[in-house]
């Protein structure tokens, strides 16, 4: 029995809930791209791209680089990836510890 | 740019024992030291287990391979036999510092055990490097 109360995970599917957003991680997962690049297939303005970009990027989703007077986008996937990580191998090793708890409880009765 | 990573894991188990013999489970050298092992073929070893609010323990972990696994931390909230909150930092890597509540109650015939694992600190991208995260994680399958 897990329960998931993850921050960044609701951070994450809260800005994956969008469906430019989800576009733009989709376009992304192929390629880095630059702001401008990335704005021309939705028919937005910078401002409008930039936000999106923004709430994707305090997700973690990705990260934004300087290149001279451009910015250009790459995806991060690694705070999700560590959180599950995290998860999975701390939930083995409580799961057998209880087991084991509750072996010895039975035991000493 | 910052980002944090609040990680939290809860496991919940219903325990055929009373309330106060699961809290004694986890308070006692003794005790722990006969189930407190991710795994049967582990010897646990009870350095340390000050059974007070601000007492320090210690807990060593040693693997059939004679590795050994060290748990420490401090014990900062303790209220016999309902709750018990502790610190939790491997020796082998300060970066999986983090924070373990048990929380139990009595039940009709049953303990139930809330524990609840949080509070990975890792605040910032830097930190966020796969081989710090992937190191710490790695080691403990090897303790499993």
Redesign the interface.
């Known amino acids: 029995m897990v329960k998931y109360t993850e921050v960044q995970l609701n951070d994450a599917f809260a800005a994956l809930a969008d469906p430019t957003r989800r576009a733009i991680i989709a376009r992304l997962a192929k390629a880095d791209a630059l702001v401008t690049e990335l704005a021309e297939p939705f028919a937005m303005s910078l401002p409008a791209i930039t936000k999106h970009l923004n709430v994707l990027e305090q997700a973690g989703l990705i990260s934004r680089i300087k290149e001279g007077r451009k910015r250009r986008c790459y995806l991060n996937p690694q705070p999700l990836k560590q959180a599950m990580h995290w998860l999975t191998d701390y939930e083995k090793f409580w799961s057998q510890s209880l087991q084991r708890l509750e072996r010895y409880l039975n035991q000493t009765k | 740019?910052q980002?944090?990573?609040?990680?939290?894991?809860?496991?919940?188990?219903k325990?055929?024992?009373p309330i106060e013999?699961?809290f004694d489970?986890w308070f006692t050298a003794e005790?722990l030291s006969?189930?407190?092992?991710?795994?049967?073929s582990y010897t646990t070893i009870v350095h340390t287990l000050e059974a007070r609010h601000g007492g320090h323990y210690r807990i060593e972990m040693i693997s059939p391979e004679k590795e050994s696994y060290i748990v420490s931390g401090k014990y900062l909230e303790v209220d016999k036999p309902h709750k018990l909150v502790f610190s939790w930092s491997w020796d082998h890597d300060k970066t999986c510092d983090s924070l373990v509540s048990v929380v139990l109650t009595s039940k009709d015939g049953y303990t139930e055990?809330v524990?609840t694992?949080s509070g990975?600190p890792?605040e910032t991208?830097a930190q966020?490097h796969?081989e710090g995260?992937?190191g710490c994680?790695s080691r403990?399958?090897q303790?499993?």
Do not use: C, G, I, Y
Request: proline share 5%; hydrophobic share 55%.
């Open positions: 740019m980002t944090s990573v609040d990680t939290t894991l809860t496991l919940v188990r325990l055929n024992a013999k699961v489970a005790a006969q189930w407190f092992a991710p795994q049967d055990l524990l694992h990975l890792t991208a966020l796969e995260w992937t994680l403990l399958p303790a499993l």
